[in-house]
């Protein structure tokens, strides 16, 4: 399995085709994944804000109010604004926004990004990373899987993961199959897109690389079921209930 | 970037050298990493147990009849006894063990495996994995991750992470580095061990494959600071108190 980065991608602006840029820089084989930053996939949507264009409401500014005592850091609360109505629903308030965007994602502050955007105060995640993945597929005929870096409970650091994807299952499904002893297998469904998108990260980099497609070349999903089940729903995450039942003590 | 799987590697049993088993089947270069299942570092650690010889004590007992009224499965108090051992603490007891172990990971069940383990009940986690990647990092020369598959929070499935390693840092630190337009970033630590271990993972499998070590060969680090910070501290986990305040309503 081989891995690259695509180089000489210009700065992406709205209405950009992500396809051709793709298609002027590599003849993609049938055995290609393409992993896409999401970033630039927002861009090519437009899907920027200048915090000038924002209203907060009440709601915003309570939780803005609540970051500024904890943190001891000026909080915008038009920034809070803008993430409530990225969400479907806030997971924790304080001491960060964690939330659930409206694709089903849980991440802090729905993901919104301040780096690598030049012509704008914000740009939000792409509004459905899936349907934007599932054009992109239909576009270049290979696998594609939208990235985003972020952090996750119990370690430090981020790291990238899946937020959409089109052309091949979210997960390989071993259920029914065995061990080499022939046992039962504990691990039972593996989610490749976010695999991919850990590997693919590790060449697009965060900062200003310049490079937020990186081909994945010869990754053979083998023989197995697939499954596309990668966000859990509330009801099925005991995590997200013990935080939704949780107050942070400050 | 490239990844390959070894081939032909033998059933790994108790004091079985891994390093010499890696020398065997490939000439390592100054720029690969070898990542590691570590199912067979446990092995050659000889970290097997079989319940027979296994006594539960109280709390054991107690977890495991919890646990049974609510899954209605039946569960073995040995198994929770084992859990406990192996862990430093418990995060959550029901509906499912997540506990920290005794290295600062938090998992289900202490990571404890039931599959590719031939000649006992169960296989435990290395007991200091960054110790044995230290000791295969020595001998071979090149960085190593060790690796093992694991579920998270608000997402099905499992992924490979990193739970040892060496010779490189756990992740790059890009604070004080600027985006394409010279703001400063809003990602600053991205866990490269952990993007190592998922990328890794797409070609080790979780079955029958027989392919425990997968060699990265030309992965770039950058020029970048490091940090070996992996696990948070509990001081420094908000969502792991917010875990161990909250009470399993069942
Ligand atoms: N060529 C090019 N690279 C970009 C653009 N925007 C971001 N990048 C690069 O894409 C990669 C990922 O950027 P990042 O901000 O981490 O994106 P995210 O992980 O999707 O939030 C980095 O190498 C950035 O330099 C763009 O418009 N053009
Ligand atoms: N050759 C060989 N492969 C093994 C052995 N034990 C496990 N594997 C393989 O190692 C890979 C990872 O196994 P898994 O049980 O998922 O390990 P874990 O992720 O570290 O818990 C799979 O390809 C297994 O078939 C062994 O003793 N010898
Ligand atoms: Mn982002
Ligand atoms: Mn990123
Ligand atoms: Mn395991
Ligand atoms: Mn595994």
């Avoid at 002027?24 to 930053?37: F, G, K, T």
């Avoid at 091949?168 to 039962?184: L, N, Q």
């Amino acid at each position: 399995m081989e891995l690259f980065a695509l180089s000489d991608v210009p700065e992406v602006r709205e209405g950009d085709d992500l396809a051709a840029i793709v298609e002027d820089r590599v003849d993609l084989r049938a055995d290609d994944v393409l992993c896409v930053a999401s970033t630039v996939v927002s861009k090519a949507d437009g899907r920027t804000v200048n915090l000038d264009d924002v209203t907060a409401g009440d709601r915003a500014r309570a939780i803005a109010e609540r970051l500024e005592a904890i943190t001891g850091e000026a909080k915008d609360p038009r920034f809070a604004q803008v993430v409530l109505e990225e969400s479907n629903d806030l997971v924790m308030e304080a001491p960060f926004i964690l939330s659930e965007t409206r694709f089903g994602h849980i991440t802090v502050n729905a993901g919104i990004d301040r780096s690598n955007v030049p012509e704008a105060d914000l740009l939000l995640l792409p509004e459905d990373p899936t349907g934007s993945a599932e054009r992109l597929h239909e576009e270049l005929g290979v696998p594609v899987v939208v990235t985003d870096t972020c952090g996750r409970p119990f370690r430090h650091g981020q790291r990238g993961v899946a937020i959409g994807w089109a052309g091949m299952p979210a997960s390989r499904d071993w259920r029914g199959e065995t061990d080499r002893d022939g046992r039962e297998l504990g691990v039972t469904v593996e989610s490749v897109v976010d695999e991919l998108a850990a590997a693919s990260n590790l060449l697009a980099g965060e900062g200003d690389g310049g490079t937020p497609f990186v081909v994945v070349r010869e990754f053979d999903f083998g023989d197995h079921g697939g499954s596309d089940n990668l966000f859990r729903e509330y009801d099925d995450d005991l995590i997200r209930q013990a935080l939704q039942a949780w107050e942070f003590p400050g």
